[in-house]
């Protein structure tokens, strides 16, 4: 990949912050997602845990059907260590340059490391679907008419989620039976 591309999709990966009508608009405040889930960290008092483990599932990036697990950069080298101890020699890092994604920033790895630093793994488990040109079409007809109160919107969402859940039989078999792996080493590396 050449240095245009990868500028091109960090640019793209990391959003944007001031044109809400805009693609890939990230907000102007913590989303309704992120505060559901600081409110769970709070409610079950994460913070004063031993130990934390988190997989956040994503479609969309990797080979067709292969769930990748991604360290993210908050955590550095100590949490692709202990993420690895864990899952093996398939995890990958933004460090080593290994994932499908690109670095990218605020990711709920920051959240994870502010609450627990080292006494917690974050990784993301990554599905892929098709290649991502092949989405950003979807994508771009379903932002412009959401933006713009279009009566189809809901054509383009049905092309945007066939997209990140491809409705295929063996995709729908490769999630689960690589979601299991990655549950059966979880609980095992909770058991050191």
Known sequence: MGPRSLAYRKARSSGQYRHPARMFFGGFGPTVARQTLEGIASDYA???RRFALVVDYHTGLAP???GELQCAQASGMTGYERAHDIFGP????PDFGTPSAVVLNGTQDDNWQRLLGERHIYACLEFGTYPSE???PALRTDHWLYAYGQTEIETARGRVRLHFYPDR???KEMVPWSSRQVHRKMLQGLQL
């Open 169 to 171: 039989l063996d995709w």
């Open 46 to 48: 994460i913070e004063s």
């Open 64 to 66: 067709f059907g292969y």
């Open 134 to 136: 092949a989405g950003r």
């Open 90 to 93: 398939s995890v990958t890092s």
